[in-house]
């Protein structure tokens, strides 16, 4: 059993791409996967887990993927290479989870019958997801009205979104002897995502100024390109970190989270039912703001805008940390939406589409 995973660019893309090609090698398979030159995974990819190959394609800002000329010659490259690559590999399934360099991998997955299962992890599909789903084999999606947007959905399926298998399982007080504190110590969580969010580092800096309660860490990741706004957040309260390898261990110590509305990040805080404030990306084409609006309707988190963080952020907050009730209302909420499961039935999906092969 062969498979292609392929995804990256973010986080946000790349995660989820890991985590099922981890699910299929347990069941014995040979994984490849094939991510871009410019993206997250071309620093986290060299001396991993699986073998890979980087396609030279970037992000296309604005228009379709094939509207200019240039955008035009660097796709059907990088079609031309990835269609090589699975020539040589001999794939018997291509899973892709978004991002630029999926489009070209699954794209010559179908020009050679190669059975191709897309993941849309966003509540709005993007387009070139959109038009990948056309011809897919399988399309999973997480949110159930993400289907309404396919014209054909007989192939595909309400799974939810893949969450590492350590996020489910993590002990809490593991997490607080991770962190450091005790069990009276209510544990704020701020995260960016991967890439860190300087926009949120900033409101959360003029927060901790004004902040003057007691029994509280705030445990801040400012994300590595934001490693200059360290020396901002020195108070006695913060426990500032440039990067977080255990997100896993701090996420289960978690009592609020602060963060972008990224499908994983979602995912994650949903299967540990951690209330939270969600302040989505603003240059994510609205993916990221349908998604914590998703939430937010549900009163299973509180979206604040970015910018509205100077107004809005701090009593969002406040009223998370000083309600102990409110956040037991808005956290079982979020793990109302938990898919727990997602993992095991995408990977059970593209197993059914082996053997029809």
């Known amino acids: 059993m062969k498979v292609i995973i392929s995804g990256g660019g ?24 094939i991510g871009s030159e410019f993206g997250i995974e071309n620093k986290i990819m060299p001396g991993g887990e699986f073998a890979y190959r980087l ?18 010659a660097m796709v059907a490259h990088a079609f031309r290479e990835a269609k090589k690559i699975v020539r040589e590999f001999a794939p018997d399934l291509i899973v892709g989870t978004g991002g630029y360099a999926s489009f070209p991998v699954l794209r010559a997955g179908e020009a050679l019958n190669v059975p191709t299962l897309l993941h849309e992890a966003n509540a709005e599909m993007g387009k070139a997801n959109l038009e990948l ?24 399926f309400l799974t939810g979104m893949p969450v ?8 809490r007080e593991e997490g607080g002897r991770y962190v450091g504190i005790g069990g009276d110590t209510l544990l704020v969580v701020i995260t960016g995502g991967s890439q860190g969010a ?28 934001n490693k200059t706004d360290l020396p901002d957040l020195d108070f006695p309260f913060v426990a500032a970190r440039e990067y977080e390898d255990r997100m896993d261990l701090v ?6 989270c602060v963060g972008r509305a990224g499908a994983s990040f979602l995912a994650e805080i949903a299967v540990r039912g951690i209330p939270s404030i969600l302040v989505p990306y603003p240059f994510s084409h609205g993916h990221q703001e349908k998604n914590a609006a998703y939430y937010d309707g ?41 898919r727990a499961d997602a993992l095991k039935r995408i990977v059970e ?9």
């Open 133 to 156: 789903a056309k011809k897919a084999a399988a399309v999973c999606v997480t949110y159930a009205d993400t289907a309404k947007q396919l014209k054909n959905e007989a192939n595909v």
């Open 198 to 225: 300087h926009h949120i580092n900033e409101a959360m800096k003029d927060y901790y100024r004004r902040y003057d309660g007691k029994n509280v860490l705030f445990y801040h990741i400012v994300g590595r390109l």
């Open 298 to 338: 549900r009163r299973a988190a509180r979206m604040v805008l970015d910018g509205d963080m100077a107004e809005s952020l701090g009593p969002a907050l406040d009223s998370f940390i000083g309600d102990a009730a409110l956040r037991a209302e808005v956290g079982a909420n979020m793990a109302k939406e938990a």
């Open 164 to 171: 590492r298998e350590s996020v489910v399982t993590a002990d």
């Open 251 to 256: 996420l289960a110590r978690a009592d609020v």
């Open 349 to 357: 999906i593209g197993l059914e589409l082996m053997e029809r092969k």
């Open 55 to 72: 396609l030279p394609v970037r992000a296309l800002r604005g228009g379709s993927l094939l509207s200019l000329p240039k955008s035009a």
């Open 10 to 33: 973010t986080g946000g893309h790349l995660y989820p791409a890991l985590a099922i090609g981890r699910a299929y090698r347990d069941l014995g398979a040979e994984i490849l996967y």
